[in-house]
RNA sequence: ACUGCGGGCUACUCCAUCGCCUUGUCCGCCACUGGCGGACGGGGAGGAACGUCCGGACAACGUAGGGCACCGCACCACCUAACGGGUGGGGCACGAGCAAUCGUGAACAGAAAGUGUCACAGAAAAUUACCGCCCCGAGCAAUCGGGGUAAGGGUGAAAACGUGCGGUAAGAGCGCACGGCGUUCCGCAGCAAUGCGGGGGGCGGAUAAACCUUGUGGGUUGAAAUGCCAUGUACACCGGCGAUGGCACUGGGGGAUUUCGGAUUUCGGAUAUUCGAUUUCGGACGUAUGUUCUCCGAAAUCCCAAAUCCCAAAUCCGAAAUCCUCCAGUGCCGGAGGGCGGCCCGCCCGAGCCGGGGGGUAGGCAGAUAGAGGCCGGUCGUGAGGUCGGUUCGAGAUAAAUGAUGGAGCCCGUCUUGCGUCGGGUUACAGAAUCCGGCUUAUUGGUCCGCAGUGCUU
RNA sequence: GGCUCCGUAGUACAAUGGAUAGUAUGUAGGUUUCCGGAACCUAAGAUACAGGUUCGAUCCCUGUCGGGGCUA
């Protein structure tokens, strides 16, 4: 039953890509957002802006950087939090606003990336950068996320991109 | 009826799904009474949670004394835990009205305690006289000199009570009548502010949101307060200031020498390292296929975000005598520095204090959510509010939880006689961080009340 | 969370409650030069906002708005 259910919203909401992702989806997509997967240390977020990678996908911009192997065994694979610039948004309830939309898109797609994973003990750090000056619908924040997630798995993750040697820890 | 202004109340509802924070019960795993995961339940932002402008609760520290500063408040009475808040009353200003009265507003003690300031203009900005008016003297006269005066002129934001009469050389509250202002005394009303009436004496410009005076209140710092537990480490080092001084008494320790006794071990002796960490290179030992581990040397790099936090203590057989030395306690003198909230006097504590540099830790629990609480009813009071009874309880995070999606109700608009269709909206201001009482400011829609204006009806 | 200070031309700063808010630099125009620079002349440009006290407010008071600093 709930199976029937979270594939219908997966259908409803991604009606392009329902089709590709149904038949390989897991039967209990995690869709949680634990404590363990959000990214809380100063040191990493501050390193993320000084010297971790980016790209970005209109209204959002990812920095990432990934953890070292012996770090935290067991933990997330993907540390993640929300960052709104104070100078775009004056009002913090327009930034909490936009802050829970974003951590909502990243909750509904991030196995997506989960599933590419499986089975490597890489751990990444993701720090989302909301660049748009104003406030955004739902739908094209979350379809930013899900094209974000695709680029970051195509240039980084898959066989086919050679990773770059930038498995450095961050300091 | 509409519009505008001001004020009060309210702050959309239901269902389904996926999540988040917190909590109760049960189960499983790891671990050893905590963590993780799961199942089923309970709860989950505001009227302003904003601002941080006042007042308290609570907590730590302080609580010999005196003086001087500092900050707030200011008609009266009451409410309250308290307030700079509120309620009621008084006077004042403005507006309406013939008036009675009504509405609105405000930081409404003192300018007759003292000091300061009042630009420009004006003679003069507070014991002032330019023109003028009058008297006297000089002079033929124009005019000049001395004196009186403040009615008239002019300047200014403001000019020395107003009008009339008397009075005078000319004038002037100099006197009188009427009026105004403020002060004081008496009577009446009122708890009081104050009002009304009468009498005495008076006419002294403004400014206290200038200094100030009077009255009154204020101990300081704030939950990052404060208490407990856990983790971890290095009194390596440098600079500055100051004690370890003297006397007396008591107690204890150590060392040397001599003597005596006991136990254990035993062939005898020697050497190395120094603030720490990381990386690289070289070497040594043991082991080894290799990895890893220990030690040594060299080189390079790093070495705090910060404090009133921590970096500590003990240890080498016994007894007696003599000598030396050290430590602790008590009393007196000396004493860097510290405390009495900013300063001074005065009082008290006192052996370490200050600065630089380095290392460690920064996690958890309590504080912390049942309270001057909400609602209903009775009762007292004009009212703010008090009191009694019943009932009810409902966020507690810590990089910090309320979001997303769909449907229905509801609202607006178009088309339509209507049913209904289609499109849109479902919001504004805004997010708890110890709690509470106020104030200020922001604000969509609905609704109610007051005031003003316009139109219509009677 | 708590405490505290500030707001003046584009920028950096002045101005005792008193006339038309000043100085430097920048901007614009002109003179000079073959052209540019420098120099000289001229002009525009501001008291965060609202209310109050006062004859009069950048200054004094109150409230909003914005910015900075201190505090583990």
Same mark, same amino acid.
């Given at each position: 039953m709930n199976l029937a259910v979270g594939i219908w919203l997966l259908a409803f909401l991604l009606p392009l890509r329902s089709a590709k992702i149904s038949p390989t989806s897991p039967p209990m997509a995690d869709f949680t957002f634990k404590k363990a997967e959000r990214l809380k240390s100063l040191k990493v977020i501050g390193g993320l802006f000084k010297g971790g990678q980016s790209f970005g996908v209109y209204p959002l911009r990812l920095f990432w950087s990934e953890h070292p192997? &012996? /770090? &935290? %065994? @067991? @933990? /997330? %694979?993907v540390q993640f939090t929300v960052s709104v610039a104070k100078k775009n948004f004056k009002s913090a309830v327009a930034r909490n606003r936009i802050k829970r939309k974003v951590r909502e898109a990243w909750r509904l797609n991030k196995h997506r990336l989960y599933r590419k994973l499986e089975g490597t003990e890489r751990q990444f750090a993701f720090l989302v950068l909301f660049v748009a000056k104003e406030d955004l619908p739902m739908a094209q924040i979350e379809k930013a996320m899900q094209t974000m997630v695709h680029l970051f798995f195509k240039k980084?993750?898959?066989? /086919?991109a050679n990773p770059p040697g930038d498995g450095q820890p961050l300091s």
């Open positions: 192997p &012996e /770090a &935290e %065994p @067991g @933990g /997330a %694979p980084n993750i898959s066989p /086919a």
